[in-house]
């Protein structure tokens, strides 16, 4: 084959979406499960979908789905979220988010305990652009705990 035609190929593909590459851009979806009249939920939804997520929403609460997925009380918000075979739980950046899901590490997911003040959802003009610090856990099968990453 000459040059053009396996460049025309590529290019046909690739805009077909059949390239590895296409398919390594697929966007996820979580599934969220909140409050349906929380704002602040809402306002995180907002920011995962700004940073690359798909979002599915479950307005009935999310207490059953917290202790369905395994994520102990003990690290709940106002909102559980299912990425993957990951258990999110609070207001997470996305970006900490992409992170575990390029990582992978052994754990039932992340969590921001409770609901801190300039994490994303409970940040903005609301709060008076307030930043208290917080830090994003990576919750292991045992229930226990380590810092995944610390905002400050």
Not at 38 to 43: A, F, S, T
Not at 55 to 60: E, K
């Amino acid at each position: 084959m000459k040059r053009r035609t396996l460049l025309k190929a590529a290019l046909s593909s690739l805009a077909l979406g059949n390239s590895p590459f296409a398919w390594s851009q697929a966007k996820m979806t979580l599934e969220v499960w909140k409050d349906p009249n929380c704002g602040c939920c809402k306002d995180w939804i907002t920011h995962v979908e700004a940073n690359g997520f798909d979002v599915r929403t479950f307005d009935t609460g999310n207490a059953a789905a917290r202790s369905r997925f395994g994520m102990p009380a003990t690290y709940g918000s106002c909102h559980t979220v299912r990425a993957g075979s990951y258990v999110i739980e609070g207001h997470v950046p996305a970006r900490e988010i992409h992170r575990l899901l390029k990582e992978k590490p052994t754990g039932i997911g992340l969590a921001v305990p409770g609901m801190p003040v300039g994490s994303p959802g409970m940040d903005g003009p609301a709060y008076g652009n307030r930043r208290d610090p917080y830090d994003v856990l990576l919750i292991l099968a045992d229930g226990s705990s380590r810092v995944f990453e610390s905002y400050r």
